[in-house]
């Protein structure tokens, strides 16, 4: 006889309505009017509008700074993640809320911001160019504000996984003659890496979509600082609305490709830990 089980929480059925009707309502839906836009093209007009060279050019530039920025927030995302939760030092607390403003700041003054640091004669970009440097109008700067506004994601997601972090775990492994990187590779980076993985793609996802902060900054060159979104912005300020869904499906269906990977690593990951 089969055995029933009994949830703290009953309603099961109920709940897993409510949740697949607002996802529909909110994700599916609104995506699948996408493609469905997209339909009204002829096949040729739609190859035609995705292999543009100018639009070639702002899927090349988005998705190289989107994940050269989410990699960059990888690496400095983890290791202040680490210091914030294993150290104690004065002005933690101060730099552990500084961490969120990125995502109290609107991205356009995030952009602004930006723009007037980098620029030629801005605090920062004045130096800079002065060593050949130029950081504003540039995939330079495209790259610095994605790794603004795509910090926050790892760091927030690491957190709390290195606080459950037993330390002890890497004291006994210390005291039976391991080294310190012995300790790193196979206790520390096993137990993070599936949490690391997701504040990766966190920030990658959230790079790809960013327009406020990197409008500015980038100066919008065609065939040099161009973003995707911007381009299907001036498509729709052109009323070229099956064109700004083409451009976007285009997007949406190599993003899902790239997170579907990262998730498929995640979940090796998570399985191997548990193994």
């Known amino acids: 006889m089969r055995a029933t089980r009994h949830h703290v929480l009953p309603g099961f059925r109920i709940t897993l309505g409510f949740t697949l009707l607002y996802l529909c309502l909110i994700v599916l839906i609104p995506l699948c009017t996408i493609p469905i836009r997209t339909w009204t093209m002829s096949w040729a007009r739609f190859?035609?509008?995705?292999?543009?060279?100018?639009?070639?050019a702002s899927y090349r530039l988005t998705l190289v700074t989107s994940l050269a920025a989410a990699t960059v927030n990888a690496v400095f995302?983890?290791?202040?993640?680490?210091?914030?939760?294993?150290?104690?030092?004065?002005?933690?607390?101060?730099i552990d809320a500084l961490i969120d403003l990125p995502f109290?700041?609107?991205?356009?003054?995030a952009g602004i911001t930006?723009?007037?640091?980098?620029?030629?004669?801005?605090?920062?970009?004045?130096?800079?160019?002065?060593?050949?440097?130029?950081v504003a109008f540039t995939p330079l700067g495209v790259t610095i504000a994605l790794v603004f506004i795509g910090l926050p994601f790892v760091v927030?997601?690491?957190?709390?996984v290195i606080d459950d972090l037993d330390a002890q775990l890497e004291e006994a492994a210390t005291s039976l003659g391991a080294s310190r990187w012995m300790v790193i590779r196979h206790i520390i980076l096993p137990y993070l890496y599936p949490a690391w993985l997701t504040g990766f793609a966190l920030a990658f996802a959230r790079s790809l979509g960013e327009y406020g902060s990197v409008v500015f900054i980038s100066g919008n060159m065609p065939m040099r600082t161009e973003i995707v979104p911007l381009l299907i912005i001036t498509k729709l300020e052109q009323y070229?609305?099956?064109?700004?869904?083409?451009i976007a499906l285009v997007m949406l269906?190599?993003?899902?490709?790239?997170l579907l990977g990262i998730n498929g690593l995640q979940h090796w990951a998570g399985r191997r830990l548990v193994n």
């Not at 930006?114 to 130029?134: C, K, S, V």
């Not at 269906?253 to 790239?258: E, N, R």
């Open 47 to 56: 190859v035609d509008v995705v292999t543009d060279p100018r639009v070639v």
């Open 77 to 94: 995302g983890f290791l202040i993640a680490w210091v914030l939760v294993r150290y104690r030092f004065p002005g933690r607390r101060l």
């Open 104 to 109: 109290a700041l609107p991205t356009a003054v």
């Open 114 to 134: 930006l723009t007037a640091i980098y620029a030629p004669n801005g605090w920062l970009g004045a130096p800079l160019a002065r060593h050949g440097i130029d």
């Open 156 to 160: 927030r997601t690491l957190q709390p």
């Open 240 to 246: 070229d609305y099956a064109g700004a869904t083409a």
């Open 253 to 258: 269906l190599a993003s899902f490709v790239l």
